[in-house]
């Protein structure tokens, strides 16, 4: 049992409770009640987290631990956990001396609100337990210090209390089986490892208002807390719990295996509709990640209604014949700045209706996407933002002076790492695909056809590096005619692997492949950029500077595996034998990491260099989307 591992609860609202196994908040998002007041973005952290402690026979038992600068532990409640499970929720069990305390974290599905109970295990000796929660009501991506506006008062009385540390945050209102005493207190200096590991700040000072005591003879301790404006079932605290026991535990047992349950985490709701949260703790809903994701996290699971209801969604949001690249954390405007996220948008649609295919979609339902798709090609075809535009040749162009359009789009003090401005091999690849989509779906369909005939005879004479047996990563750099990146990427497995169209005859398909597994791959990903190749960075490290130059210039991603491991299997035929060998040379590496780092979920990133080491978001929708995609269609 790794202890510094990560567990997330996610309530479909954006909001979410997370920690580590031993009870150590490493991350500024580490809360017990985190919600999202424009769902899913608008995200404030309510209450951080708590102390526990159980008084036996005139001994005190800690079962929280903190971390206080400079390196203080305290108390010391980890040195008596004795098991952990993340299944069907969070549950810990401690050992004080013999006697047996189970703890455990249960979010009920849109609700923000979350429960948490302890219960002896029989015989139960006399005991009580006392629990000291830690509130701050900021922003969750910013941190709390010792104020004089906080406010400590509980209003209520009874089994409820009702906090309101500044106006404008919602309240907490809590209910509990417990007595209250009143105690106000500054709990100063909490340190978080993981973000002074990102060298931003890491310290944090938390208000407690008091303190619940609880017989524990009298049976199981319960506190449920929950977000001013959320409703909770009538009745006792108990009667409260049972219902949301008993209402997890039968959507919990619907999706049939942890891995389909672990992708609910990421469906939220949006404006009345659907989307798909791009990663825990600090990600909003993005939309490339959303249509990468989505083929793996509802398609592959047969959740093809949300897929619509998201899909229909962001049609709703086109613009110029663009989608948003991504929803702001504060609800501003969208940002129209990826070529790829309209591209990808017209993958998924065409996954959708593939998958919709024997029950049909809706008339008016298939008539806003196939709308939304023709004005994504229409866009793209005549010229939209950044400069994209179908070229002479039928390639599409991209790229302006200082823009960043693809996936890989870090910047260092606002410039871009990776411009690559011109014709990047991966959109080329989406943009061929999403013309023979058109081409299959759409009224009208013969110019699409031809101008996607005339893009695959391009590429194939512009895009072929026969040096390095596989392909350029951008043509025409920074539209200069004829100039090439010849960089050894992992963006050319789209040509050949993750989408149906296939760009290139078998023997060099293979090739292909073969220099890919060599140069870039790693049991959790594939590398964003070949080792001996200028401005390899083999780790993700440092400071928020340092991170962004090495974010696409060596580490691995996980979600590249799922066109790699893809194409592996075509170039061999694609039979039994060929998805046997995948699964146990790819697959089962890749499975094993869900016991780690993010429990139950895979990283956004790894180090390019071994031991490979997870970085980045621990929970992220689109590495665990294609590993899904990849266990229940490709390899099936």
């Known amino acids: 049992m790794d202890r510094a591992a990560e567990w997330l609860e996610a309530n479909g609202l954006g909001g979410f409770a997370s920690g580590t196994v031993d009870g150590i908040r490493t991350r500024r998002y580490h809360a017990l009640l985190l919600v999202a007041r ?40 980890r040195e008596r956990l004795e098991a952990f499970t993340a299944e069907p929720w969070p549950q810990w069990t401690f050992d004080l001396d013999g006697v ?27 005991a ?13 991506h910013a941190l709390h210090r010792e104020n004089d506006a906080f406010r400590f008062e509980a209003e209520g009385r009874g089994p409820w209390r009702v906090f ?96 389909r349950r672990a992708a609910d985490a990421y469906l ?18 993005r939309g490339r990640d959303t249509f990468v994701a989505l083929r793996g996290l509802c398609l592959a699971a047969g959740r093809v209604e949300e897929a619509a209801a998201i899909l229909l969604a962001w049609a709703r949001t086109v613009s110029q014949g663009m989608l948003p690249g991504r929803f702001p954390d504060a609800g501003a405007v969208p940002a129209y700045d990826s070529v790829d996220a309209s ?60 823009s960043a359009l693809t996936w890989m789009d870090a910047r260092v003090e606002g410039r871009p790492v990776t411009p690559r401005c011109g014709k990047p091999v991966e959109v080329q ?15 009208g369909a013969a110019p699409w056809r031809a101008l996607g005939e005339r893009a695959r005879s391009s590429f194939a004479k512009r895009f072929w590096n026969e040096a390095a047996g596989c392909l350029y990563d951008i043509v025409d750099l920074d539209h200069r005619l004829g100039a090439v990146d010849a960089s050894i990427r992992p963006n050319q497995i ?33 590398r964003t950029l070949a080792p001996g190749e200028p401005g390899y960075r083999p780790r993700y490290e440092g400071d928020q500077p340092a991170r962004a130059g090495a974010y696409h210039q060596g580490p691995a991603w996980p979600w590249l595996l799922g066109p790699f491991v893809e194409a592996w299997v075509r170039v061999r035929g694609g039979g039994d034998d060929a998805k046997r060998q995948a699964r146990e040379r790819f697959l089962a590496p890749l499975a094993a990491q869900l016991g780690a780092y993010g429990l139950g979920h895979l990283p956004e990133l790894a180090d390019g260099d071994p031991p490979h080491l997870p970085r980045g978001c621990p929970f992220r929708a689109w590495s665990l989307g294609e590993l899904l995609r990849l266990t229940y269609e490709v390899l099936r």
């Open 38 to 77: 424009t769902p899913p973005t608008g995200r404030v952290v309510l209450v951080n987290g708590f102390d526990a402690w159980v008084r036996i026979g005139g001994r005190s038992f800690a079962l929280s631990s903190q971390l206080y600068t400079p390196e203080v532990v305290a108390p010391d409640g």
């Open 100 to 126: 047996r305390l189970d703890q455990e974290v249960l979010v009920p599905y849109g609700a923000a609100a979350v429960a948490v109970s302890w219960r002896l295990r029989e015989p139960a000796p006399p």
């Open 128 to 140: 009580e337990l006392l629990v000291r929660p830690f509130l701050s009501g900021r922003d969750s």
């Open 164 to 259: 309101r540390p500044y106006p404008e945050v919602p309240a907490v209102t809590a209910v509990t089986n417990g007595r209250y005493h009143h105690d106000p207190l500054w709990y100063r200096n909490f340190l978080y490892r993981r973000e002074r590991e990102r060298g931003l700040d890491a310290t944090e000072d938390l208000a407690s208002p008091g303190t619940w005591h609880w017989d524990m003879q009298r049976g199981e301790a319960i506190c449920i807390l929950a977000a001013e404006g959320q409703e909770l079932p009538a009745g006792s605290p108990a009667a409260c719990l049972g219902i949301f026991r008993g209402g997890e535990q039968r959507r919990r047992r619907a999706f049939g295996s942890p891995l």
């Open 268 to 285: 939220v709701r949006r404006d009345g509709g659907r989307s798909i949260i791009a990663g825990y703790p600090w990600s909003t809903d």
């Open 343 to 402: 591209l990808w948008f017209v993958v998924a649609v065409d996954a959708l209706l593939r998958a919709a295919a024997p029950r049909g979609l809706g008339g008016p339902e298939r008539q806003a996407l196939l709308e939304a798709v023709e004005a994504v090609l229409a866009g793209h075809a005549a010229g939209t933002r950044w400069g994209i535009r179908a070229d002479d040749d039928a390639l599409l162009a991209a790229g302006e002076p200082g």
């Open 429 to 443: 690849a989406l943009w061929i695909h999403a013309l023979a989509v058109g081409a299959a779906i759409l009224d």
């Open 494 to 526: 789209l040509a050949v692997g993750g989408l149906p169209s296939v760009l290139l005859p078998q023997a060099r398909a293979r090739r292909l492949v073969d220099t890919v597994e060599a140069r870039l791959w790693t049991p959790l990903g594939l």
